[in-house]
Antibody, heavy 116, light 107 residues
Framework: QVQLQESGPGLVKPSGTLSLTCAVS?????????WSWVRQPPGKGLEWIGE???????NYNSSLKSRVTISVDKSKNQFSLKLSSVTAADTAVYYC?????????WGQGTMVTVSS | AIQLTQSPSSLSASVGDRVTITCRAS??????LAWYQQKPGKAPNLLIY???SLGSGVPSRFSGSGSGTDFTLAISSLQPEDFATYYC?????????FGPGTKVDIK
């Protein structure tokens, strides 16, 4: 049973870089799946950030593309998100998810607050 | 980007009721649509993929229909654990987008 677990700082200063990691357990990140990041501001809906394949191929949401980098570390069976130049609008719960039949497996989510 | 609208935005229903939620896409997306259930403080849970296919472990009271631009999620007999927010998502083209959600609460 594949499981995902997000980790990273819960507080990031404005203009800084948000960095999160999603650890994959119970399966290989080198499987035939893409791996995605989704976020949800408090009390609001879901926003797709981007995705990565184990080869390193990526797709990003054009609304965030200039600030987002998603990378994969096959040796650690994990993938990561970096979001630069953050503002209060980037405050959200960040989820990682496996792209199988749609987003079929999700991490529990991690709250990231942007504040000085 | 393909925009998804959901109706209603919220509804109140009783246990045992049949509930339907509609998702409309701004352009045709074939059958590339999924539905998720989200409870407060929890990650979304996949209910339906490819517009009509039931996710793993999802009760059969949930069903999906539609193709092109108009889709429906139906719950045949609402159970206490079904009170939640429901989102549709399109996979037809990038960026992947979600609908704004439909909150189902207790009447």
């Amino acid at each position: 049973q594949v499981q995902l677990q997000e980790s990273g700082p819960g507080l990031v200063k404005p203009s800084g870089t948000l960095s999160l990691t999603c650890a994959v357990s119970g399966g290989s990140i080198s499987s035939t799946n893409w791996w995605s990041w989704v976020r949800q501001p408090p009390g609001k809906g879901l926003e797709w950030i981007g995705e990565i394949y184990h080869s390193g191929n990526t797709n990003y949401n054009s609304s965030l593309k200039s600030r987002v980098t998603i990378s994969v570390d096959k040796s650690k069976n994990q993938f990561s998100l970096k979001l630069s130049s953050v503002t209060a609008a980037d405050t959200a719960v960040y989820y990682c998810a496996r792209v199988g039949n749609a987003f079929d497996i999700w991490g529990q989510g991690t709250m990231v607050t942007v504040s000085s | 980007a393909i925009q998804l609208t959901q109706s209603p935005s919220s509804l109140s229903a009783s246990v045992g009721d049949r509930v339907t939620i509609t998702c409309r896409a701004s352009q045709g997306i074939s059958s590339a649509l999924a539905w998720y259930q989200q409870k407060p403080g929890k990650a979304p849970n996949l209910l339906i993929y490819d517009a009509v296919s039931l996710g793993s472990g999802v009760p059969s009271r949930f069903s999906g229909s539609g193709s092109g631009t108009d889709f429906t999620l139906a719950i045949s007999s609402l159970q206490p654990e079904d009170f939640a927010t429901y989102y549709c998502q399109q996979f037809n083209s990038y960026p992947l987008t979600f609908g704004p959600g439909t909150k189902v609460d207790i009447k």
